[in-house]
């Protein structure tokens, strides 16, 4: 029953922030400034995740085949594919629910038990498409760059592991991740990564702006809004998959 | 004018406001005042429609608020000013930007036009060279200030403001005080102030209404509060012992 009431009040707010904007104009120049701080913001620590993860699945791959009949560059091949299938979209999207989630989370409910949305209220302003519309489109925008700079990333920190430990040569490597190459891939990571930017943007600033009380409730908001964006995330994972794989 | 029509306010079955009546005077500094958790806070929460009401009406003039549509409310509430508790300034605006704010999302002015309009506004709470600071660098003071600036600049008809002294030392208090009053004077509005300060009462109280445990305890003027033989609302004027010291010197009773 709870949860029901909970998905109610979540349905009502995503139709306030979809609702005609006051005014286009100041929605686009806040969309801009929310790529600034939600996307642009992002790119290193998905560059430091991504190169590390890249070398890992490579070093990993190789340590599970130590056989002489496979051939070595299909290392390359299965770094490539779990990078473009699942490390890019979803483990990205993983981590972004835990930096961009507590982040949207936290401002939200700061604002809410300071009054600030109040005050938006009060002014005729619709304070959930004001806040969280530009946050939610912003970011279904440019996570798919974010993505697309994952998967290359991901996929050098591979060559770079190889190359460096002598896990294979640079040729074999490169062969690999060039095999049996399907570019639809690139479209379902890209899919989920929209999907995941819309959940992870919607659902954490659905629990900062119903926050109510202090510091602390807006630290518990941050903290549900991280722990239900990414069971969601998993969840539509789970879903996509089957509908665009299976 | 707002004219409050028995109202009703619960919330999750617990009665926080019960038939308030009560009428609020244009170019009137109009105070509700009462004990914290009276239901002062709740009442004009009501009034401005931040929170719904279970029975009853407001009118502001002629129009019954609580039967508006949301873009009619959405309209009145433009007419509306509110100074809030804690100022509510936008922490990541500037003073300017912050002032600035609803011209930007309502008006079609030139930047030019509002920055001259941001500036008279600060200039008439006294504010100055403060335009490009944020609000973490302001005093509590100056905050009230530049709140009062921003809810001012689209020229209100009606304005409220919720504990506007609270967290201000006594002369700052005062600072604050008699720019609310200056300024619904000079702009002739309705302005409704939540307050359980009693220099703030007796400073620009014009109309007085006191609420009691979520009912209206008393209606008045400031000159009539001290002599009101109400029981409750005399606990609540004469808690402090320097009030209780002066009431007993000017009836003579003091004994020492």
């Not at chain 1, 040569?169 to 049996?180: M, N, P, V």
């Not at chain 2, 039967?67 to 509510?88: C, T």
Request: a neutral charge; proline letters at 2%.
């Amino acid at each position: 029953m709870k949860f029901f009431a909970l998905f109610g009040r979540y349905i009502i707010l995503l139709s306030r922030v979809f609702s005609k904007p006051e005014k286009s104009r100041i929605y686009l120049r806040q969309i801009i400034k929310e790529i600034e701080i939600l996307g642009l913001n992002s790119i290193g620590i998905v560059i430091l995740i991504s190169i590390f993860i890249g070398a890992v699945i490579t070093l990993q791959t190789r340590y599970n085949l130590e056989s002489s009949w496979i051939p070595l560059y299909l290392i390359g091949l299965t770094a490539r594919d779990t990078i473009l299938l699942e490390f890019s979209s979803t483990m990205v999207g993983l981590i972004l629910a835990g930096k961009v989630g507590s982040n949207i989370a936290s401002e939200i409910g700061h604002m809410r038990i300071t009054e600030q949305i109040d005050a938006l209220e009060m002014m005729g302003i619709n304070s959930a498409s004001y806040l969280i519309f530009p946050k939610i489109i912003a970011a279904m925008l440019f996570n798919p760059f974010l993505t697309l700079i994952s998967m290359g990333v991901g996929i050098f920190g591979g060559w770079l592991a190889a190359v460096v430990t002598g896990a294979l040569s640079s040729a074999d490597y490169i062969y690999g991740i060039q095999y049996l190459f399907v570019p639809f891939y690139i479209t379902y990571a890209l899919v989920k990564t929209v999907v995941y930017a819309f959940i992870i943007t919607s659902v954490s600033a659905f629990y900062g702006y119903y926050v109510q009380g202090g510091a602390l409730e807006v630290g518990r908001a941050s903290t549900r809004g991280v722990v239900y964006s990414s069971i969601l995330i998993l969840l539509a994972d789970l879903v996509i998959t089957q509908l665009m794989l299976a | 004018m707002i004219t409050v029509k028995n109202i009703y306010k619960s919330f999750n079955g617990a009665m926080v406001l019960e038939d308030i009546s009560v009428t609020f005077e244009k170019g009137k500094t109009n105070l509700i005042i009462g004990r914290s958790g009276s239901g002062k806070t709740v009442l004009m929460k009501c009034i401005v429609g931040l929170h719904e009401v279970d029975k009853g009406s407001i009118f502001f003039d002629d129009r019954d608020f609580v039967s508006l549509d949301f873009m009619n409310r959405k309209n009145l509430r433009r007419e509306i000013g509110m100074l809030f508790q804690g100022s509510a300034l936008f922490d990541s605006l500037t003073v300017e930007e912050n002032v600035m704010f609803p011209l930007t999302m309502f008006t079609e002015m030139t930047p030019d036009e509002k920055r001259e309009r941001v500036n008279i506004c600060l200039k008439r709470v006294n504010l100055a060279d403060v335009n490009k600071l944020y609000p973490g660098e302001l005093s509590g003071g100056m905050k009230k200030r530049v709140a009062i600036a921003r809810a001012i600049v689209q020229n209100p008809k009606y304005l409220f403001c919720d504990e506007p002294n609270s967290g201000l030392d006594p002369k700052t208090a005062l600072v604050i005080d008699d720019l609310i009053s200056e300024i619904t004077h000079e702009y002739n509005i309705t302005t409704v102030v939540n307050t359980h300060d009693m220099n703030s009462v007796m400073e620009i109280g014009e109309k007085v209404v006191f609420i009691h445990e979520g009912r209206k305890g008393w209606e008045g003027t400031r000159e009539e509060i001290l002599d009101t033989g109400d029981e409750n609302l005399n606990d609540f004027v004469f808690a402090s012992n320097f009030a209780k010291k002066i009431k007993a010197l000017t009836s003579g009773n003091i004994t020492e």
